[in-house]
């Protein structure tokens, strides 16, 4: 099979961008404290996530409390969630289809074709994760601008981007890649010329050879 390489660099970007986007997932630092005031002498931190927020005391200190109530959640962080984990689930599924593809793995014998076609499924499902991940990421970015420059909203209660967002956007790009190089050499390797040997054809006697059988069986 041709062009091996692209399978390999496709499944461990696919892999890197799984444990960034599970990073993300499970990862606090969605929005963090923003400090817009003249007090340069910082106390205390606060990281808000999709399932816990934590407070940081000086550097010192770290408490981290998981969501109580899941009904109670706005519905942008429940959407966020659903989203994360869809994400999740995807890419774990396009790591093992392409894995299944690959070359020297016989899951599927040695058809090349069906090899062919479980690498574009797995490029395909790494793409629409990226869709997935991009999606609540930029959704809460957007929320957090939004509200940064909100003269209503008070200043303690203005939030940043977290380090979570940069990691999604990251894991985005890589997903997306990842996705780009298994279709490609799908579509590579169904453009290749595949060689056809004709069918043999029923050969038939010379008039010569047909006289002397029919001399022999008279005599």
């Not at 994400?87 to 790591?95: D, G, K, M, N, T």
């Not at 894991?171 to 490609?184: K, M, N, R, Y």
Request: charged share 15%; with cysteine; net charge positive.
């Amino acid at each position: 099979m041709a062009f091996y390489p692209l399978q390999i660099a496709g499944l461990a970007l696919g892999f890197l961008g799984m444990v960034g986007t599970l990073a993300t997932t499970l990862l606090p630092q969605w929005r963090v404290s923003a400090f817009v005031g003249s007090n340069i002498i910082v106390f205390e931190r606060l990281w808000e996530g999709l399932w816990m927020n934590c407070v940081r005391q000086a550097k010192v200190r770290l408490q981290c409390k998981f969501y109580s109530s899941l009904l109670a959640l706005p519905p942008v962080l429940e959407a966020a969630r659903a989203l994360m984990c869809v994400a999740v689930a995807l890419s774990l599924i396009a790591l093992l289809l392409g894995i299944c593809g690959m070359k020297h793995i016989r899951c599927t014998g040695s058809n090349e074709r069906a090899k062919a076609y479980l690498l574009g499924t797995s490029g395909a499902l790494f793409i629409l994760t990226g869709i997935f991940v991009l999606i609540p990421v930029c959704w809460t970015a957007n929320i957090i601008i939004r509200d940064f420059y909100d003269p209503a909203i008070h200043v303690g209660q203005k939030r940043e981007l977290g380090a979570a967002l940069f990691l999604g956007w990251a894991s985005t790009a890589i997903v997306f890649i990842a996705g780009g190089l298994l279709c490609g050499f799908c579509c590579c390797n169904r453009k290749k010329p595949r060689h056809r040997y004709p069918a043999p054809g029923y050969c038939v006697p010379h008039a010569e050879k047909r006289r002397n059988v029919a001399s022999t069986s008279y005599v």
